[in-house]
T-cell receptor
């Protein structure tokens, strides 16, 4: 089973709202990722967690706040977003750090910021 | 810096025709190479990967890809395309010591009956 589950599938929020995206995997993977994908563009890496510690932050604005409560769960907390943050947010996981690790992606959360 | 180029933004083929999607990478050593497919509004599904060894790799759904070091290429092929293959295809490269996947800009495949 190579399933990464993301909830919700769709989310609409105002610029003053606080919401969270959730990602879960039960493959025993120790690395988890958040990507942002705008329409007709490739995914862009936002954050990497390795062994529940933040290892990469690609200079993402502080209105995006990741959290890894345990090795199976990854959250992305959203606050005071802008309309340009509307995108597909993808979560991925892999066995470990470094190269030669296959990243398995979830179906994504489609976020619209009004 | 590492980069991936997919020269074809959009390709249209007839069902049953053969397919080749191009991918070129820029990296000083042999990278790890991947092809992912994305249906509209969906996540990315891994089609195949190359780490080392045999330069012709087989993947799911009848796809294969060939790594050519001399051309820094990793082209994706399928001998006979099905209508369900219509999707966005991304080539990606990963260096040996990082978690980062660097994606190409993608190729949108349209299949006509």
């Amino acid at each position: 089973d190579t399933e990464v589950t993301q909830t919700p599938k769709h989310l609409v929020m105002g610029m003053t709202n606080k919401k969270s995206l959730k990602c879960e995997q039960h493959m025993g993977h120790r690395a988890m990722y958040w990507y942002k994908q705008k329409a007709k563009k490739p995914p862009e890496l936002m954050f990497v967690y390795s062994y529940e510690k933040l290892s990469i932050n690609e200079s993402v604005p502080s209105r995006f706040s990741p959290e890894c409560p345990n090795s199976s769960l990854l959250n992305l907390h959203l606050h005071a977003l802008q309309p340009e943050d509307s995108a597909l947010y993808l979560c991925a996981s892999s066995q470990g750090e470094g190269g030669k690790n296959i990243q398995y992606f979830g179906a994504g959360t489609r976020l619209s910021v009004l | 810096a590492q980069s991936v180029t997919q020269p074809d933004i959009h390709i249209t083929v007839s069902e049953g025709a053969s397919l080749e999607l191009r991918c070129n990478y820029s990296y000083g050593a042999t990278p790890y190479l991947f092809w992912y497919v994305q249906s509209p509004g969906q996540g990315l599904q891994l089609l195949l990967k190359y780490f080392s060894g045999d330069t012709l790799v087989q993947g799911i759904k009848g796809f294969e890809a060939e790594f050519k070091r001399s051309q820094s290429s990793f082209n994706l092929r399928k001998p006979s395309v099905h209508w369900s293959d219509a999707a966005e295809y991304f080539c990606a490269v990963q260096t040996y010591n990082t978690d980062k996947l660097i994606f190409g800009t993608g190729t949108r495949l349209q299949v006509f009956p």
